[in-house]
Nanobody, 127 residues
Framework: QVQLVESGGGLVQPGGSLRLSCAASGFTLDDYAIGWFRQAPGKEREGIAC????????YHADSVKGRFTISRDNAKNTAYLQMDSLRPEDTAVYYC????????????????????WGQGTQVNVSS
């Protein structure tokens, strides 16, 4: 069964940190770019970061640049999103997704490209 499972969400105070994990099962992430998206209540889904299968390329949206860092460990079939200096406006459901792009490389935070999606993990930033 092909699955992506996010974990690591929760409640954190402003200025705090969380690390989200995205574990794949039923397939290997080696040929997939990984993207992180988030959706806050009443807002559209936002692509915030992605990383290529080779780890060479990554992208962070302006809204999170300098605070969030995407990474991956192909040996563990897992990707991560380190979130530091969290703000109340970061409150959202966070989703990871996998884009099969073998032979293409790179990554883009364009949701229709992504083949597999996790169920999401809630992040709440509040004092």
């Amino acid at each position: 069964q092909v699955q992506l499972v996010e974990s690591g969400g929760g409640l954190v105070q402003p200025g705090g940190s969380l690390r989200l994990s995205c574990a794949a099962s039923g397939f290997t992430l080696d040929d997939y770019a990984i993207g992180w998206f988030r959706q806050a209540p009443g807002k559209e889904r936002e692509g915030i970061a992605c990383i290529s299968s080779s780890v060479v390329d990554s992208y962070h949206a302006d809204s999170v640049k300098g605070r969030f860092t995407i990474s991956r460990d192909n040996a563990k079939n897992t990707a991560y999103l380190q979130m530091d200096s969290l703000r109340p406006e970061d409150t959202a459901v966070y989703y990871c997704a996998a884009d099969y792009n073998k032979g293409i490389g790179g990554c883009v935070v364009y949701a229709p490209r992504y083949h597999y999606w996790g169920q999401g993990t809630q992040v709440n930033v509040s004092s």
